[in-house]
């Protein structure tokens, strides 16, 4: 059973939702960025892995072998979606303090 104020903990969690909600919506606009292949193709998306941009290289489109193009693309929107969700972890980490609570990265 948690100890204290009924009033000053629902204070500190009504604190704790504003913060939540300050840091969710910064997330929207924090980027990360992901170049594969060096540099071949380079994916921008944000905290809420939402894609800004996709910039594919003229030399990694070779019509004879759509298949690099291919794996560089699901390389590349891979590792920009486990930055972002890295980012939105350490983000929300500060306020979480480290804590697992379901429905949050």
């Given at each position: ?49 939402e ?30 979606l ?17 804590l ?6």
């Amino acid at each position: 059973m948690m100890g204290g104020n009924p009033n000053q903990i629902a204070k500190q969690m009504q604190q704790m939702q504003a913060q939540l909600a300050k840091i969710q919506e910064s997330l929207g606009s924090e980027t990360v960025e992901a170049s594969v292949g060096g540099g071949m193709v380079t994916i921008v998306m944000t905290g809420h892995q939402e894609v800004q941009s996709v910039v594919i290289d003229a030399e990694a489109m070779d019509p004879e072998d759509p298949e690099t193009l291919q794996d560089l693309m699901v390389a590349a929107f891979n590792e920009a979606l486990r930055k972002s969700q890295e980012l939105a972890s350490q983000r929300l980490g500060a306020l979480t303090g480290g804590l697992k609570i379901p429905g949050l990265p």
